[in-house]
């Protein structure tokens, strides 16, 4: 029995699951080369769609990456689940953004952009797309348990003002909650199954900071109904193309969103307590040529830093 036991240790501590706690465990990812978010499994759509994808819904479905541009406090791996693809596609690939890039989801070029020169940044020429071809996907990492930690990350803000359709890009916090019966195949949906987030309106020019609701559907998302979420702070308007910092840090039921370094919302809100950070992009369900996708730079995540002067504000 005892040797079982070390076994399981050995295992554990060998695959880096403790490295994938955002609430002990710092991580970042400069995305200078590879890919993230393989594809790795199959799933049934409980509703019987065969079309519906190949995530699971249980967090089994992952790919573990590790390289130079990847640092953490224990390990240099992290565990990437990619919310939508078919038989092991990778629709997260990191590819040199001053050059014209291919779309990974379809034949699609997607014009080139400046490097990244923000504070921090390392890879500079390179970014990682998260890309779709009618709807959403995002990436995610942790553990569903994490609960109080902050993310971080550059986001390409396209401007596409007075342009069809919808478009936006972002982060968020608490979502990607594994084998939760309430959510079923929307589990890594974070604007359907619920989530803290920061993102950026490609058509609007427009920041906001919201809680998105479990009950949504694609119609008030695509929309943009207010009543698909919780608007906190007030929108930022006429953003600038170009690259931006959004950062969500949660700590109990405290939740601070901010942009480009300056907090544009302090709440407190029990909505939810825990969940994966990720990084995600949505556009409208009928494909354009025109579209951008998501591209992101310098990923950061970590143990939240927030001093609260009670333990949980919500008993308060």
């Not at 992952?62 to 596609?89: E, K, Q």
């Amino acid at each position: 029995m005892k040797r079982i036991y070390w076994v399981c240790i050995f295992t554990c501590l060998a695959g880096g699951v403790f490295a994938q706690d955002l609430d002990t465990v710092t991580i970042t990812d400069q995305f200078n080369s590879g890919d993230r978010g393989n594809n790795q499994g199959t799933y049934v759509d409980p509703e019987g769609d065969p079309t519906f994808g190949a995530s699971k819904t249980d967090g089994t479905d992952f790919a573990d990456y590790s390289g130079p541009d990847l640092t953490a406090s224990v390990t240099t791996s992290v565990r990437y689940i990619n919310s939508w693809g078919t038989d092991g596609s990778v629709e997260s690939p990191v590819l040199t953004v001053t050059s014209p890039m291919a779309n990974p989801d379809r034949a699609q070029t997607i014009p080139a952009i400046p490097a990244n020169n923000r504070p921090g940044a390392t890879g500079g020429s390179t970014a990682l797309i998260i890309g779709d071809d009618g709807g959403f996907n995002a990436i995610f990492f942790g553990e569903s348990n994490d609960s109080d930690y902050y993310v971080q990350a550059d986001v390409y803000c396209w401007n596409k003002a007075g342009g069809p359709g919808l478009e936006f890009a972002g982060i968020v916090a608490r979502a990607g909650r594994d084998n939760d019966p309430f959510l079923n195949e929307f589990t890594y949906n974070p604007d359907r199954a619920g989530s803290y987030s920061v993102f950026y309106d490609y058509q609007l020019q427009e920041v906001k900071a919201v809680e998105w609701k479990t009950s949504n559907t694609v119609g008030l998302i695509t929309a943009r109904d207010p009543n698909s979420y919780v608007q906190h702070g007030s929108s930022i308007t006429g953003v600038a193309e170009g690259w931006h910092t959004m950062k969500i840090e949660c700590k109990d039921s405290r939740i601070e969103f901010s942009f480009d370094g300056t907090v544009i919302a302090n709440v407190v809100s029990t909505s939810f307590t825990f969940g994966r950070p990720g990084l995600y992009y949505r556009e409208t369900l009928v494909p354009s040529a025109d579209e951008r996708q998501g591209i992101f730079d310098q990923l950061k995540a970590g143990p939240a830093t927030l001093i609260s002067g009670v333990a949980d504000w919500s008993v308060y």
